[in-house]
C-alpha cells in the first residue's frame, strides 16, 4: 500500500527557494514512480514533475528551469527543490504514486495521494 506525505511548505519571499518532501512509509516500495503536483486557489491542478524509481526526470514545459526533483530510495524521501519563488508558485503541492512517468496526463492515474504541503509565496 502506498503511503505518502509531504513537507517542507511554507511561507517564503519572492526571489526565495524551498525544498519540499514526499516521504513514503515503510510499506511503500521504494522504486515506485512519484509524481509532484499543485494546485493554486481556484485554479485546476498541475503537474509538475514525474521521477522514476531509478531517478529518470520529467518535466511539465513550463516549470522547467526552476524546479528540480530528485530521490533517495534508501530514506524513502523523493525532492521537490523550487528556486526563485514567485506569487504564482503559491499552492498547495503534493505527491502521488504513478504507474509510469508520461510527459503529461499522469496525474489521471496517480494514486496514494499525500495530504499536501501548502507553499505560500509573499512579502
Known amino acids: 500500500q502506498v503511503q505518502l506525505v509531504e513537507s517542507g511548505g511554507g511561507l517564503v519571499q519572492p526571489g526565495g527557494s524551498l525544498r519540499l518532501s514526499c516521504t513514503a512509509s515503510?510499506?511503500?516500495?521504494?522504486?515506485?514512480?512519484i509524481g509532484w503536483f499543485r494546485q493554486a486557489p481556484g485554479k485546476e491542478r498541475e503537474e509538475i514533475s514525474c521521477?522514476?524509481?531509478?531517478?529518470?526526470?520529467y518535466y511539465t514545459d513550463s516549470m522547467r528551469g526552476r524546479f528540480s526533483t530528485s530521490r533517495d530510495n534508501v530514506k524513502k524521501v523523493i525532492y521537490l527543490g523550487i528556486n526563485n519563488l514567485k506569487s504564482e508558485d503559491t499552492a498547495v503541492y503534493y505527491c502521488a504514486a504513478v504507474p509510469r512517468c508520461l510527459t503529461s496526463g499522469y496525474q489521471f492515474t496517480a494514486y496514494g495521494w499525500g495530504q499536501g504541503t501548502q507553499v505560500t509565496v509573499s512579502s
Open positions: 521521477i522514476t524509481g531509478s531517478g529518470i526526470t
Open positions: 515503510e510499506s511503500t516500495p521504494s522504486n515506485h514512480a
